[in-house]
């Protein structure tokens, strides 16, 4: 088990960066992210045996291709890394392809944080003087007939609340936009990538439909297949998004203005 209580985090998406970053800081741990498998490579000689949650779809170096490095080149005798590996797939193929890379478990996105801190706690034993307060807080509940929530973040603390509703609103529409410009370039492998990066913010506010629609696009948009769903897709991203904006601007005017 290890004493190291830093975590490394190697995560593409700047929500579940940010996500991720606040849960980890409140359970007690220190965290040092990366964007990309190759940040981490770059930097991992400077630190001891650590745990990493490590992304699996990522740019430059995939989460695949890194664990593989690590096991290959980084570890040995004084020094080895817990592999966490973090995906919204479920595919059987993706899972067994996970298991076989070196990774000594994984997590399926979106994850919480009481979730975070079981997993975190079988392979770290930290200090009782490194622990934060962790009593989970009653989530507040949305108003009846919202299509989104935030039962899984904490109401009493409104500057993290602030912080990911200002991150939904300023990325969302942008995101949908930019997949629409894709498409119509047919540019499959840039649709794919935005669709990815927008699906942890309908998680989070655990939009299903629009988490459905997006998780579906990025398959079709990896594959090459079924290119005749993506405009119907892309309208129901679309409509969601709107939706659930105008919701916001309601429940929280100031911090969506």
């Given at each position: 088990m290890?004493l190291?209580?830093?975590?490394?985090?190697v995560e593409?998406?700047d929500?579940d960066r940010?996500?991720?970053?606040?849960?980890?800081n409140?359970l007690?741990?220190e965290?040092?992210?990366f964007e990309?498998?190759k940040e981490l490579i770059?930097?991992i000689?400077e630190?001891?045996?650590?745990?990493v949650?490590?992304d699996?779809?990522?740019p430059?170096?995939?989460g695949?291709?890194?664990?593989?490095h690590?096991r290959?080149h980084?570890?040995h005798?004084?020094?080895?890394f817990?592999l966490?590996?973090?995906?919204?797939?479920?595919?059987p193929e993706?899972?067994?392809e996970?298991?076989s890379?070196?990774?000594?478990n994984?997590?399926?996105k979106?994850?919480?944080?009481?979730?975070?801190?079981?997993?975190?706690?079988?392979?770290?034993?930290?200090n009782?003087?490194?622990?934060?307060?962790?009593?989970?807080s009653?989530?507040k509940k949305?108003?009846k007939?919202?299509?989104?929530?935030l039962?899984m973040?904490?109401a009493?603390d409104?500057e993290?609340l602030?912080?990911?509703?200002?991150?939904f609103?300023a990325?969302t529409?942008v995101?949908?936009?930019?997949?629409q410009?894709?498409?119509?370039?047919?540019?499959?492998?840039?649709?794919?990538?935005?669709a990815?990066?927008?699906k942890?913010?309908f998680n989070y506010?655990?939009i299903?439909?629009?988490?459905a629609a997006l998780q579906?696009?990025e398959e079709?948009a990896r594959?090459?297949k079924?290119l005749?769903?993506i405009?119907g897709?892309l309208h129901?991203?679309d409509r969601?998004g709107?939706?659930?904006?105008e919701?916001i601007?309601?429940?929280?005017?100031?911090?969506?203005?």
């Amino acid at each position: 088990m290890l004493l190291n209580n830093r975590v490394l985090l190697v995560e593409d998406s700047d929500s579940d960066r940010f996500l991720f970053s606040r849960y980890l800081n409140q359970l007690g741990y220190e965290c040092d992210c990366f964007e990309n498998g190759k940040e981490l490579i770059d930097k991992i000689d400077e630190y001891p045996s650590s745990l990493v949650l490590l992304d699996i779809e990522l740019p430059v170096m995939n989460g695949i291709e890194t664990a593989l490095h690590v096991r290959k080149h980084c570890d040995h005798s004084e020094r080895r890394f817990i592999l966490i590996g973090l995906t919204s797939h479920d595919d059987p193929e993706m899972l067994d392809e996970i298991a076989s890379s070196g990774f000594d478990n994984c997590l399926h996105k979106p994850i919480r944080r009481r979730e975070l801190e079981i997993k975190l706690k079988q392979y770290i034993k930290l200090n009782m003087n490194q622990l934060h307060n962790n009593e989970d807080s009653a989530s507040k509940k949305n108003e009846k007939g919202r299509v989104y929530s935030l039962d899984m973040f904490e109401a009493d603390d409104p500057e993290f609340l602030q912080s990911i509703i200002g991150m939904f609103v300023a990325s969302t529409p942008v995101a949908i936009v930019a997949m629409q410009a894709a498409f119509d370039e047919k540019n499959w492998e840039l649709l794919r990538m935005h669709a990815h990066k927008l699906k942890p913010h309908f998680n989070y506010f655990m939009i299903a439909e629009g988490a459905a629609a997006l998780q579906e696009l990025e398959e079709y948009a990896r594959h090459v297949k079924e290119l005749d769903k993506i405009p119907g897709l892309l309208h129901t991203i679309d409509r969601i998004g709107k939706l659930v904006l105008e919701q916001i601007k309601e429940d929280y005017p100031s911090i969506s203005e």
